[in-house]
């Protein structure tokens, strides 16, 4: 059984293998993976006759090549998993790590289908390997052309096709095998061949999909367990032999990270980057372990060194992670690294950059009418990045799946895979019918503590000035807003601190009704509402909202709430800070710019309240005319204004800011949906903006005294 799952094992990994890739391969990666073979199997070598001095039962010679070849290959398939652990796997170096370690495992097998043959009998061993050669040319071709046929052929008969060719292919992998094993080599070489010889196509996606979880969750576990019953620690129980583990693992790890530093001056990388490479190409994976059992199996090797190798290669894999994360940190990219980070910094003829983020399919219609009403034009086109947040479950790896490809269609997909493809499905639909809109979607799957990182880390990489989250909470039938997941609330307090552009905060209570309404000639068909109180925040809410203008289905209020002549003061000084007047300023030019270029839209109101305090302030929106479908706020994450005090006191969720929890909390505005913008670099002054050019710019703290709610507040 366990040689059995681990032929199947091997036919998958075969299956999942585009040959095509290592013809694509540069002068770089090339080099990093010979040398990453030649000098650590040089040093596997001298390791293996020095353990020879010291064995009581030596082993044979043809050993030290297995011996070799086992501290030499790096396991492919753990590391991708350990590089998406660390938040790697779209860096730099892990692009170089995987395709260095792709590189290695094709070696691997080469050295399989030699070694095997070579260690039964050296006089046997040349024709073993050229019956192997011509295996594999059947195999490519005359086995691949004939499955493209017969897959051609019966292409229309679905329901055949996903009873039986599955079970077709699981035979003709064992056959495979048998016959590699009968001509001198080890089956599994067989079953990897007719695994690379099948066409990758609907057939693989089909096979992996019903064999991913049950070979590698149920099967090869067998596997692991009889290597485990192969080791006799009483053959390393005294002093010495555990010293020779320990110069074993010191050495075989100082090899890698040797010859990548080697490789590090001849192509100029850095130092960090080379250590790192060198301690991520001592992950050890299956094909180590199958070389050392089929060296035990031949009586190659003892079993002294049959438990020193496996002992030395769990301890060295086990320890990559943890090194890997107390030594090597990515270096960021800097804060400058692109330079339209918010809305206001995106100029009318620049493209906007949108990431939008959604959970369930229940996001997707609220977040796709926001988008829609976003109003790209011809000068200013929009670029969604539609990203679907999926929790990592189970043995998945984190990752970050772009769907630029043609999507699974597989007979039984998973939960989270048929939701992809209904979100997909709506965001292509939004991108078919706005031309001036392009969709690119993706799904990243992570635990939900560091999804944020996937998050901001995406956000920088596409350069995206606005980041769209959907609020925790939906709204039920009854008109309540309910938790809909509390792990939500966290990502997006998360992104709040760590973004490296604007976020919007969606609440969505259904806008997507609103928008749908009407027909496309009607003149208006959504009113929306932007309170404006002041600070960099609401000039970015502000800023948003003007986009929406151009839309000829939409009606704009922009009330703004200016002080009285009772206004509460924020301390007991009445001296105005410099950066207060600075701030001042900044929002009243821009005030006035909004006013000046919308003086002739009909379809835009301006209108100015006085208050004096946080109870007139919300008496004043709570007076307001309840018909509006949206309205547009700014969180006020620095912004300490006397129109506002002690509204947060009593806030449920501060991540909405003082205004925007007052509307999502209140009965007053159930059937509007709600966005809050919280404005990218809310502590420094900046320069630059549209609308007018000095838009980016912020204020200082009002005060940092918070004063208890006086009398009469909510």
């Given at each position: 059984m366990?040689d059995?799952?681990?032929?199947?094992?091997?036919?998958?990994t075969?299956?999942?293998?585009?040959?095509?890739?290592?013809?694509?391969?540069?002068?770089?990666?090339?080099?990093?993976?010979?040398t990453?073979?030649?000098?650590?199997?040089?040093?596997?070598?001298?390791?293996?006759?020095?353990?020879?001095?010291?064995?009581?039962?030596?082993?044979?010679?043809?050993?030290?090549?297995?011996?070799?070849?086992?501290?030499?290959?790096?396991?492919f398939?753990?590391?991708?998993?350990?590089?998406?652990?660390?938040?790697?796997l779209?860096?730099?170096?892990?692009r170089?790590?995987?395709?260095?370690?792709?590189?290695?495992?094709?070696?691997?097998?080469?050295?399989?289908a030699?070694?095997?043959?070579?260690?039964?009998s050296?006089?046997?061993?040349?024709?073993s390997?050229?019956?192997i050669?011509?295996?594999?040319l059947i195999?490519?071709?005359?086995?691949?052309?004939?499955i493209?046929?017969?897959?051609?052929?019966?292409?229309?008969?679905?329901?055949?096709?996903n009873?039986?060719?599955?079970?077709?292919?699981?035979?003709?992998?064992?056959?495979?095998?048998?016959i590699?094993?009968?001509?001198?080599?080890?089956?599994?070489?067989?079953?990897?061949?007719?695994?690379?010889?099948?066409?990758?196509?609907?057939?693989?996606?089909?096979?992996?999909d019903?064999?991913?979880?049950?070979?590698?969750?149920?099967?090869?576990p067998?596997f692991?367990?009889?290597?485990?019953?192969?080791?006799d620690?009483t053959?390393?129980?005294?002093s010495?032999?555990?010293?020779?583990?320990?110069?074993?693992?010191?050495?075989?790890?100082?090899a890698?990270?040797?010859?990548?530093?080697?490789v590090?001056?001849?192509?100029?990388?850095?130092?960090?980057?080379?250590?790192?490479?060198?301690?991520?190409?001592?992950?050890?994976?299956?094909?180590s372990?199958v070389?050392?059992?089929?060296?035990?199996?031949k009586?190659?090797?003892?079993?002294?060194?049959?438990?020193?190798m496996?002992?030395?290669i769990?301890?060295?894999?086990?320890?990559?992670?943890p090194?890997?994360?107390?030594?090597?940190r990515?270096?960021s990219?800097g804060p400058n690294i692109?330079?339209?980070?918010?809305?206001?910094?995106?100029?009318?003829d620049?493209?906007?950059?949108?990431?939008?983020c959604?959970?369930?399919?229940?996001?997707?219609?609220?977040?796709?009418?926001?988008?829609?009403?976003?109003?790209p034009?011809?000068?200013?086109p929009?670029t969604?990045?539609a990203?679907?947040?999926?929790?990592l479950?189970g043995?998945?790896?984190?990752?970050?799946?772009?769907h630029?490809?043609?999507r699974?269609?597989?007979h039984?997909?998973?939960r989270?895979?048929?939701?992809?493809?209904?979100?997909?499905?709506?965001?292509?639909?939004?991108?078919?019918?706005?031309?001036?809109?392009?969709?690119?979607?993706?799904?990243?799957?992570?635990?939900?503590?560091?999804?944020?990182?996937?998050?901001?880390?995406?956000?920088?990489?596409?350069?995206?000035?606005?980041?769209?989250?959907?609020?925790?909470?939906?709204?039920?039938?009854?008109?309540?807003?309910?938790?809909?997941?509390?792990?939500?609330?966290?990502?997006?307090?998360?992104v709040?601190?760590?973004?490296?552009?604007?976020?919007?905060?969606?609440?969505?209570?259904?806008?997507?009704?609103?928008v749908?309404?009407?027909?496309p000639?009607?003149?208006?068909?959504?009113?929306?509402?932007?309170?404006?109180?002041?600070?960099?925040?609401?000039?970015?809410?502000?800023?948003?909202?003007?986009?929406?203008v151009?839309?000829?289905?939409?009606?704009?209020?922009?009330?703004r709430?200016?002080?009285?002549?009772?206004?509460?003061?924020m301390?007991?000084?009445?001296?105005?800070?410099?950066?207060e007047?600075?701030?001042?300023?900044?929002?009243?030019?821009?005030?006035?710019?909004?006013?000046l270029?919308t003086?002739?839209?009909?379809?835009?109101?301006?209108?100015?309240?006085?208050?004096?305090?946080?109870?007139?302030?919300?008496?004043a929106?709570?007076?307001?005319?309840?018909?509006?479908?949206?309205y547009?706020?700014?969180?006020?994450?620095?912004?300490?204004?006397?129109?506002t005090?002690?509204?947060?006191?009593?806030s449920e969720?501060?991540e909405l800011?003082?205004?925007?929890?007052?509307?999502?909390?209140?009965s007053?505005?159930?059937?509007?949906?709600?966005l809050?913008?919280?404005?990218?670099?809310?502590?420094d002054?900046?320069?630059?903006?549209?609308?007018?050019?000095?838009?980016?710019?912020?204020?200082?703290?009002f005060?940092?005294i918070?004063?208890?709610?006086?009398?009469?507040?909510?």
């Amino acid at each position: 059984m366990a040689d059995l799952s681990l032929l199947f094992y091997v036919f998958l990994t075969g299956l999942e293998i585009e040959v095509s890739a290592f013809l694509r391969v540069g002068k770089k990666i090339m080099g990093i993976a010979v040398t990453g073979i030649l000098i650590p199997m040089g040093i596997g070598i001298g390791l293996f006759f020095l353990l020879q001095k010291c064995a009581h039962n030596p082993a044979t010679t043809e050993g030290c090549m297995f011996w070799a070849v086992a501290l030499t290959i790096t396991g492919f398939p753990v590391l991708t998993r350990i590089l998406a652990d660390l938040k790697l796997l779209h860096s730099d170096i892990g692009r170089i790590a995987m395709s260095v370690a792709m590189l290695n495992d094709m070696y691997a097998w080469v050295f399989i289908a030699v070694l095997v043959p070579v260690g039964v009998s050296l006089k046997t061993a040349p024709y073993s390997i050229i019956a192997i050669i011509f295996f594999t040319l059947i195999c490519l071709y005359v086995v691949r052309p004939t499955i493209e046929r017969i897959i051609h052929h019966h292409s229309s008969d679905k329901e055949h096709y996903n009873e039986y060719y599955p079970c077709f292919m699981l035979i003709g992998a064992i056959i495979c095998g048998c016959i590699t094993d009968a001509i001198g080599a080890h089956s599994i070489v067989g079953a990897f061949v007719f695994g690379l010889s099948i066409p990758k196509g609907d057939l693989v996606e089909e096979l992996l999909d019903r064999l991913d979880c049950f070979v590698p969750g149920i099967m090869l576990p067998i596997f692991f367990a009889s290597c485990g019953m192969r080791i006799d620690f009483t053959k390393i129980a005294d002093s010495s032999s555990w010293f020779l583990v320990l110069l074993v693992i010191c050495f075989a790890c100082m090899a890698k990270i040797l010859s990548s530093l080697i490789v590090c001056f001849f192509f100029d990388m850095r130092l960090r980057d080379g250590v790192a490479l060198g301690l991520l190409m001592n992950t050890k994976g299956i094909l180590s372990l199958v070389i050392l059992n089929v060296g035990w199996d031949k009586k190659i090797l003892n079993d002294q060194y049959y438990a020193v190798m496996v002992v030395a290669i769990l301890v060295m894999t086990s320890a990559v992670t943890p090194i890997m994360s107390f030594v090597y940190r990515p270096i960021s990219k800097g804060p400058n690294i692109y330079g339209l980070r918010t809305v206001q910094r995106s100029n009318p003829d620049t493209e906007l950059r949108v990431l939008s983020c959604v959970h369930t399919t229940r996001n997707v219609s609220g977040m796709v009418s926001l988008l829609d009403v976003s109003h790209p034009t011809r000068l200013s086109p929009m670029t969604v990045f539609a990203l679907h947040l999926v929790e990592l479950t189970g043995r998945s790896s984190a990752m970050l799946i772009v769907h630029s490809t043609p999507r699974s269609t597989a007979h039984n997909p998973s939960r989270a895979q048929a939701d992809s493809n209904l979100i997909i499905n709506a965001f292509e639909a939004f991108e078919n019918d706005n031309h001036l809109v392009t969709v690119q979607p993706l799904t990243a799957m992570s635990p939900y503590g560091t999804m944020h990182e996937d998050i901001c880390s995406l956000a920088e990489d596409k350069r995206v000035a606005l980041i769209l989250l959907p609020f925790h909470k939906h709204l039920t039938v009854d008109g309540r807003m309910e938790d809909e997941n509390a792990d939500y609330r966290a990502i997006n307090l998360n992104v709040l601190a760590h973004a490296p552009c604007s976020v919007g905060l969606f609440v969505d209570r259904g806008l997507a009704g609103a928008v749908r309404s009407g027909g496309p000639n009607d003149i208006v068909m959504c009113h929306f509402a932007m309170l404006f109180i002041g600070g960099p925040d609401d000039l970015e809410a502000l800023a948003y909202a003007c986009r929406m203008v151009g839309d000829p289905r939409i009606s704009l209020t922009v009330v703004r709430f200016l002080p009285g002549k009772n206004v509460v003061k924020m301390e007991s000084e009445t001296n105005i800070s410099e950066g207060e007047e600075r701030q001042t300023t900044i929002d009243e030019n821009y005030i006035n710019e909004f006013r000046l270029k919308t003086v002739d839209k009909k379809s835009v109101m301006y209108i100015e309240k006085i208050v004096n305090n946080g109870e007139e302030t919300v008496s004043a929106i709570s007076a307001m005319d309840n018909s509006y479908d949206l309205y547009i706020v700014g969180k006020g994450t620095e912004t300490m204004s006397p129109l506002t005090l002690g509204l947060s006191e009593w806030s449920e969720n501060p991540e909405l800011g003082a205004i925007g929890d007052v509307l999502v909390s209140s009965s007053f505005a159930l059937n509007s949906s709600v966005l809050v913008v919280q404005k990218y670099g809310s502590g420094d002054h900046q320069n630059g903006g549209t609308l007018p050019s000095y838009g980016t710019s912020r204020g200082e703290h009002f005060s940092s005294i918070r004063q208890r709610v006086m009398g009469g507040l909510i």
